[in-house]
């Protein structure tokens, strides 16, 4: 994905993915270099509608960097990937990193409880 041309993206498609991730746009503007602004106006264009492709461009390589490392409903992995290394997603400060360690015990995922999500699991 990260060969794709900026203006041959899908905006709604991104909007998604972004979901999938479960961060909000505040935090993922700040981590792709945006405004809120500019990420909202982004992921409303509609099909056939033009687009900043500079803000696509951004928002891709966020996608496909974030997605590779992180739980998300697109990957059906519900804990980020072992000894990732990654940026606290929406600070300001790209810096400092997190390491993650698999075995740790994660929090349940958008409100819902832990017998919920180990039952997800188990499917």
Do not use: C, W
């Amino acid at each position: 994905m990260a060969n794709e041309i900026p203006t041959e993206r899908q905006p709604k498609g991104d909007h998604n993915r972004r979901l999938a991730l479960g961060i909000d746009p505040d935090a993922f503007a700040a981590e792709a270099g945006v405004t809120t602004e500019q990420l909202r106006d982004y992921e409303r264009t509609s099909i056939d509608h033009r687009f900043d492709p500079e803000v696509a461009r951004r928002v891709g390589e966020t996608l496909d960097r974030l997605e590779a490392v992180l739980p998300n409903f697109e990957t059906t992995r519900s804990k980020p990937v072992a000894g990732a290394s990654v940026s606290l997603v929406g600070k300001t400060d790209t810096a400092a990193e997190v390491q993650y360690d698999a075995n740790q015990e994660q929090a349940p995922r958008y409100g819902t409880s832990g017998e919920i999500d180990a039952e997800r699991t188990r499917k």
